[in-house]
Each structure stands twice: as C-alpha cells, then as structure tokens.
C-alpha cells in the first residue's frame, strides 16, 4: 500500500508559478512510476506530466515547455514544477503512483492516488 500526499497548492496570479510536491508512504517509492493528472470542475480527469522508474519524462502537449515534473528516490517525493501559468490551468491536481511502466498518460494505468491539492490561476 502506497499513501500519496500533495501539498504546495494555492492561489497565484496567471503568469506566476507553483511548485506541488507529493510525498509517498513506503520503502518501495523508486520503484513506482509517477504521474500528475489534474480535474477542472465539470471536466474529465486529465493527464499532465509523469515520470517513469527510470527517469523517463512525458507531458501534456498543454503543459510542455511550462511545467516541469522530477522525482527524489531518497526523498520519496515527485515535484510538479508549473511556470507561465494560465488560468485555464486551474484545476485540482492529483499525483498517483503505477506499478507498471506503459501507458502512463492513462489514469487507469496507477494504483494509489492522492487526495488532490487545488490550483487556482487568476487573470
């Protein structure tokens, strides 16, 4: 079993930047894939960055070039790096944990999920 907290949410003006972090319970954490997918309201789940066991990075073509995703193994922690951000980015941002490697852009690939942490971008 794998907790997943996510923590460094809030309000922030349209071209400034977060930094979410999301901590993992256990001893297994490098050996999970991590993704970040975010929900606006009335919206399906989306993908927008993960990072597999070995260091390979995806993203959203929405967020490419503006959000930044990494991974600390002795830390047990994967950071979510949001420059530029833009109001349409609002939305509450969940991180989840994957046993397997493929497809990590699908919500269905991940095991254990986070409670979420809200992401508000003014214009």
């Known amino acids: 079993q794998v907790q997943l907290v996510e923590s460094g949410g809030g309000l922030v003006q349209a071209g400034g930047s977060l930094r979410l972090s999301c901590a993992a319970s256990?001893?297994?954490?490098?050996?999970?894939?991590m993704g970040w997918f975010r929900q606006a309201p009335e919206k399906e789940r989306d993908f927008v960055a993960a990072?597999?066991?070995?260091?390979?990075?995806y993203y959203a073509d929405s967020v490419k070039g503006r959000f930044t995703t990494s991974r600390d193994n002795d830390k047990n922690t994967v950071y979510l790096r949001m420059d530029s951000l833009k109001p349409e980015d609002t939305a509450v941002y969940y991180c989840?944990?994957?046993?397997?490697?493929?497809?990590?852009?699908?919500?269905?690939?991940?095991?254990?999920w986070g409670q979420g942490t809200q992401v508000t971008v003014s214009s």
């Open positions: 990072i597999s066991r070995s260091g390979n990075i």
């Open positions: 989840a944990a994957s046993r397997s490697s493929w497809p990590l852009e699908k919500g269905d690939t991940y095991n254990y």
């Open positions: 256990g001893r297994t954490f490098s050996t999970y894939a």
